[in-house]
């Protein structure tokens, strides 16, 4: 339906570009270069070799040195190795991206554009679809002097091309764009007046998003909560569309949302382009911040889930922090009388609940949502949260829950 921009390179081999810079270490590229290759995957592609460089700051010509771009040449143009794309783990400029193909002849994708195209691949309804694409289109405009023809050509009745006297193919190009932006815009307008209206209609009842970094098991969780089948996959941005379903703990309704994950160096226009999906966060009365504890770098996706919190809404909201994956979960921990770090599986609940990460915030848990581990707490740190925002709404049931809560004491 939509003019999807796609890479259209499945199954092939891919090569991994990193940089070490003052401001990342190895050990932090290293992550990152894993993560890029979970994406790589995600998208059907297949990680091969990875290249890294240490430079002050990324070449504003080819990114890499002229050395390492040769060594990256020297690497894909063997046949045997049978590379089909490089991708590079920053956002490239035009001028980046047409040096670096001119030198290496193989399709180059960045970080962004890897990301809009598995946003492409997920898109389900005409809502997510127009997002992907009014993102990709502002993508690729500031990028329209790469080597490559163009997207289309305005026609009149009859098949008469429409271009303007002296106009170049790249500045019709570029009007193409900024009248299909413009349209993409009218359209998310309108169905933000919809989405609105969707959410009102939903009355007073109070809503709990689920927010988190990609794949940390908001879906699944939110079939648990919910017992409704919301997809859930083992790969990044399994879930592009808002899911919101009517949950009751005990005898108490709310509204439960599944939101798009965030990511490290999520493109600013992917987040704007989404701004009426991220509306949820923002109406929503309570956040539940679910962690992938097992994850090596879950402090960091906790820091970046934060902060892009903020920027979609600056307002201080009840939340609370979910260690979910407690069942996949080691650490590494020194023995008094042997200082070899040793890695430690099996952490008992108790442990975890006296660890620093229970000191986090004033509300954390830890659950294993996939092995239905310490649900129940989590249920009723959920009810207790709910019904103080629902009193404050309907004064006149506090009896009733004061009976309910007496009769369960």
């Given at each position: 339906?939509?003019d999807?921009?796609?890479?259209e390179i499945r199954n092939e081999n891919?090569?991994?570009?990193?940089l070490?810079?003052?401001e990342?270490?190895e050990?932090?590229?290293?992550?990152?270069?894993d993560?890029?290759?979970?994406?790589?995957?995600?998208?059907?592609?297949?990680?091969?070799k990875?290249?890294v460089?240490r430079?002050?700051m990324?070449?504003?010509?080819?990114?890499?040195?002229?050395?390492?771009l040769?060594e990256?040449?020297?690497?894909?143009?063997?046949?045997?190795?049978?590379?089909?794309?490089v991708?590079?783990?920053?956002?490239?400029?035009a001028?980046?991206?047409r040096n670096?193909?001119?030198?290496l002849?193989?399709?180059?994708?960045?970080?962004?554009?890897?990301i809009?195209?598995?946003?492409?691949?997920?898109?389900?309804t005409?809502?997510?679809?127009?997002?992907?694409?009014?993102a990709?289109?502002?993508?690729?405009?500031?990028?329209?002097?790469?080597?490559?023809?163009?997207?289309e050509?305005q026609?009149?009745g009859?098949?008469?091309?429409m271009?303007?006297?002296?106009?170049?193919?790249?500045?019709t190009?570029r009007?193409?764009?900024?009248?299909?932006?413009?349209?993409?815009?009218?359209?998310l307008?309108?169905?933000?007046k919809?989405?609105?209206?969707?959410?009102?209609?939903?009355?007073?009842?109070?809503?709990?998003a689920?927010?988190?970094?990609?794949?940390?098991?908001?879906?699944?969780?939110?079939?648990?909560?919910s017992?409704?089948?919301?997809?859930?996959e083992?790969?990044?941005f399994?879930?592009l569309?808002?899911?919101?379903?009517?949950?009751?703990i005990?005898?108490l309704?709310?509204l439960?949302?599944?939101t798009?994950?965030?990511?490290?160096?999520?493109?600013t226009n992917?987040?704007?382009?989404?701004?009426s999906t991220l509306?949820?966060?923002?109406?929503?009365?309570?956040l539940?911040?679910?962690?992938?504890?097992?994850?090596p770098?879950?402090?960091?996706?906790?820091?970046?889930?934060?902060?892009t919190l903020?920027?979609?809404?600056?307002?201080e909201?009840?939340?609370?922090?979910?260690?979910?994956?407690?069942?996949?979960?080691?650490h590494?921990?020194k023995?008094?009388?042997?200082?070899t770090?040793?890695?430690?599986?099996?952490?008992?609940?108790?442990?975890?609940?006296q660890?620093?990460?229970s000191?986090l915030?004033?509300?954390?848990?830890?659950?294993?949502?996939?092995?239905?581990?310490?649900?129940?707490?989590?249920?009723?740190?959920?009810?207790?949260?709910v019904?103080?925002?629902?009193i404050q709404?309907f004064?006149?049931?506090?009896?009733?829950?004061?009976q309910?809560?007496?009769?369960?004491?």
């Amino acid at each position: 339906m939509k003019d999807f921009i796609t890479s259209e390179i499945r199954n092939e081999n891919a090569v991994l570009v990193g940089l070490i810079t003052p401001e990342q270490n190895e050990e932090k590229v290293n992550e990152y270069l894993d993560e890029l290759a979970f994406l790589a995957e995600t998208a059907g592609l297949v990680p091969d070799k990875r290249f890294v460089q240490r430079l002050d700051m990324a070449n504003t010509v080819t990114f890499v040195g002229t050395g390492k771009l040769q060594e990256i040449a020297d690497y894909v143009s063997n046949e045997d190795n049978e590379i089909g794309v490089v991708i590079f783990d920053d956002e490239l400029s035009a001028r980046q991206i047409r040096n670096i193909e001119k030198e290496l002849k193989l399709r180059i994708l960045d970080r962004t554009s890897l990301i809009l195209d598995i946003f492409a691949m997920r898109a389900q309804t005409s809502h997510a679809k127009v997002q992907v694409e009014l993102a990709q289109y502002q993508y690729l405009l500031p990028r329209l002097t790469r080597l490559w023809t163009h997207l289309e050509r305005q026609r009149g009745g009859g098949g008469v091309i429409m271009r303007g006297p002296g106009e170049t193919q790249l500045e019709t190009d570029r009007r193409i764009i900024l009248d299909k932006i413009s349209r993409l815009k009218q359209e998310l307008k309108d169905i933000d007046k919809q989405k609105t209206v969707q959410r009102k209609n939903r009355g007073k009842l109070v809503r709990v998003a689920l927010v988190g970094y990609t794949n940390v098991g908001k879906s699944t969780l939110m079939n648990l909560l919910s017992k409704s089948e919301v997809f859930a996959e083992n790969k990044l941005f399994a879930t592009l569309d808002t899911t919101v379903r009517k949950v009751t703990i005990e005898n108490l309704p709310f509204l439960l949302t599944d939101t798009v994950g965030f990511i490290r160096k999520l493109p600013t226009n992917l987040i704007e382009s989404f701004k009426s999906t991220l509306d949820e966060v923002r109406e929503a009365d309570i956040l539940v911040h679910l962690v992938d504890i097992s994850h090596p770098a879950f402090e960091e996706q906790i820091e970046i889930v934060e902060k892009t919190l903020y920027e979609i809404d600056k307002t201080e909201k009840s939340t609370i922090i979910v260690f979910n994956k407690i069942d996949a979960f080691s650490h590494v921990e020194k023995d008094e009388d042997d200082l070899t770090p040793k890695t430690r599986e099996n952490i008992s609940l108790e442990e975890l609940k006296q660890s620093w990460m229970s000191k986090l915030k004033e509300n954390a848990i830890f659950i294993s949502a996939k092995e239905r581990n310490n649900i129940d707490e989590l249920k009723g740190l959920l009810y207790n949260k709910v019904k103080e925002i629902h009193i404050q709404r309907f004064p006149y049931n506090d009896f009733l829950y004061q009976q309910y809560d007496e009769g369960n004491g």
